[in-house]
């Protein structure tokens, strides 16, 4: 496919890792923000194609992962009410709540559906008019343009049985969030291309300067992220600490303003609890005053729930980018893909399951 | 999750522009995807599809700017290897 199989091209891969061999000096540790780019790392082998002096460590980048426990014990309990329908990514489906899961809700007769656009959510609630239609609207800046569309679309037809269960996350607060843990060690940042091709790159240039830290935003196939890599060194090598483009395909400086523009008008920043992380301030996206009436978790008043997570599961430190995956001693043992202890191991995305599936 | 996809326009229907719809073929399988957040979007581009909407329209001269820039590396790295060594 055009746009994907030049940027897998072996040479061109083996040319990037020549270079950086080359230019690097001293250790270096790179954070990957994107589960996305995680996944592709691992899958590709990327890791093993840069000196050994280099560390790829794996950030907070998967919503799956992120979406804290109460949230995911939120939605259960309003997929298990009679009459609603439940739409979601289909990630989201075995995400492992305090007691059970959404597909578990499914096999006792709950209906659950997957769904590939927020957009398909918002049809079956015109097409069943008698039932309570809700979308687990969960994501990264990526995903809330099209999220927010979805509410939108909802008011503008008064559509009234249509809600979302809202757990938007913010990619720049995430990033400070690691940087100012006493625990960092992350010296650079490959920043997640589909998230800046929403938001544009403005916000990183204080980030860059405030912490010292090269951010270069990043695409998502071999060759991109490669790349990424390679900027990110020859600054780190200079001493320097810029924003950088190496995305320019798909990424504008400013980003897609119709885009923000919808964002804007249903969602604001609001403070936001990160699974295995704990809450950090203005990260992330809750529905404004004009679309509260589409908040599900007022409508089916579960807005009090808390839940405590794994003491056993380490997937907060490994979100942070402070352990990997073999590090923890239940790694593909307690914890499988088929029996997640913690996030990180249930989504693709994940870096647990990304290296179980990968790197076994 | 972020995951979009590059697709190319094949055609495009709707005049509301909050309801722009393309039918978008991502190497052979074509899907409907929304064109809201991409105006100015038409048959012919390619455009990176996430959750059914168009995040942007991939613009093709930057598209090869990573090859561009390997092949600027590679043709340094030859000079300096066939300069001669410094006294």
Redesign the interface.
Known sequence: ????D??RDRE?AE??AR?IA?ITTRPWTIMEV???QTHAIVKFGIDELLPGNITLVHGP????CVTPLELIDKAIEIASKPGVIFCS?G?MLRVPGSKRDLLAVKSTGGDVRMV?????AVKIALENPDREVVFFA???E??A??NA?AA??ACQKGIKNFSLLVSHVLVPPAMEAVLSSPQNRVQGFLA?G??C??MGYTEYFAIAKKYHVPIVVTG?EP??IL?GIYLCIQQLEKGVAEVEN?Y?????REG?K??QK?IREVFRVIPRKWRGIGEIPYSGFGLTEKYREFDAETRFGVADYTAEESAECISGLILQGVKKPGDCTAFGKACTPEHPLGATMV?N?GACAAYYRYRR | MCLAVPGKILSVVGEDPLERMARVSFGGIVKEVNLAFTPEAVPGNYVIVHVGFALNILDEAEANQVFDYLRQMDELGELQEQAPASP
């Open positions: 496919m055009k746009f994907i030049e940027y061109g040319g990037y270079a080359q994107c589960g996305g980048g998967c919503p799956v990514f990630d590939y656009s927020p957009m398909d969960v994501g990264f990526t995903t343009p099209a569309m939108f679309q997640a589909h998230v091709a929403v998502f060759i991109d790349q190496s320019a395909r798909a990424v504008q897609n119709p885009a919808m989504s995305e």
